[in-house]
């Protein structure tokens, strides 16, 4: 395939003249498959199932409707499926790829173990070493979305108060407390840092981070480690929640930390930790081990 614009004017030919789809629909396949690929940052023959998956994550950590997010996952499934019947690339890394409803049922999320092992084996020698370390500590530290982490403004940071001032989806801000490891290395990446930038993280040519930026900066840290989970920033914002469940935290509390607007979409989160309840109820419940 020449380039990415070429494989999907293809197939939106394909859409327009063979199927009949209608203008609209067109438009939006369009626009589902450009995000899809500046988020890949692959050519098609390079993509994998993993990719539409952490594409997937991506779309809930920005709250798109369940109905948006099955239309995009409609849209590649029918794109790949097309050029793996014209031959132009081998496999279809969509075909086990089902719908949104399907594909949420719980969330994944890291134990406390694993979190520490992540967090804790991090360097920070150096200012990039140091940066990398600080986001990732401060995404544990306050379960914020990738997008409200990378506009955080060093004006956001209240380090007497122990708060950062987040702001989420449709301008609504909120204040999340944050523990004084994570607000110690901010103190030491803003001292060495050495700019007048607003934002708070930036590239070490000093430009404010983007999102791939942040999904680029864990998978490095994640490189040297063997983690089975197929792991991403989001996954970090689920274990937030979770942790602070099974340690007895109260589930508004939780949805004002997350941002959420709504109770019921903290209240997944409760399923995950019913689960862990039932494992140490049957481990220490006297007689609540399973029969032989």
């Not at 293809?10 to 498959?33: K, M, P, Q, W």
């Not at 950590?61 to 794109?79: C, G, L, M, P, V």
């Not at 150096?126 to 990732?136: F, Q, S, V």
């Not at 994640?222 to 589930?251: C, N």
Request: aromatic letters at 8%.
């Amino acid at each position: 395939m020449k380039n990415l614009k070429d494989p999907i004017e293809e197939f939106l030919r394909y859409c327009e003249v063979e199927r009949g789809y209608s203008a609209h629909t067109v438009i939006n396949y369009r626009n589902d498959l450009i995000e899809f690929f500046r988020f890949a940052e692959k050519p098609v023959s390079k993509i994998t199932p993993l990719d539409i998956r952490a594409f997937i994550e991506h779309l809930y950590d920005i709250d798109r409707a369940r109905t948006t997010i099955n239309r995009k996952i409609s849209a590649i499934r029918r794109f790949f499926r097309y050029h793996v019947r014209e031959n132009h690339v081998d496999i279809d890394p969509s075909s086990h790829i089902t719908s949104a409803k399907a594909f949420r049922h719980l969330p994944e999320f890291l134990t406390l173990d694993e979190m520490a092992l992540l967090l804790d084996s991090l360097p920070e020698k150096t200012e990039k070493e140091l940066r990398d370390k600080t986001i990732l500590e401060l995404l544990y530290a306050t379960g914020m979305r990738v997008g409200e982490l990378v506009q955080l403004k060093t004006k956001d940071v209240h380090f007497e108060d122990c708060l950062v001032r987040i702001m989420g989806k449709g301008g609504k801000e909120r204040l999340v407390p944050v523990h004084d490891r994570a607000l110690s290395l901010i103190r030491r990446y803003l001292y060495i840092r050495s700019s007048e930038e607003k934002r708070l993280f930036l590239s070490l040519r000093k430009h404010p981070l983007q999102e791939r930026d942040i999904r680029r900066i864990l998978d490095r840290a994640l490189s040297s480690m063997a983690f089975a989970k197929h792991i991403t920033p989001h996954k970090i914002r689920h274990s937030f929640a979770t942790h602070l469940l099974e340690k007895g935290a109260d589930l508004r509390m939780v949805q004002e930390l997350l941002g959420h607007s709504s109770l019921s979409t903290t209240q997944v989160y409760t399923h995950v930790t019913m689960e862990t309840m039932k494992r140490v109820y049957e481990r220490c419940h006297p007689r609540g081990g399973k029969k032989e």
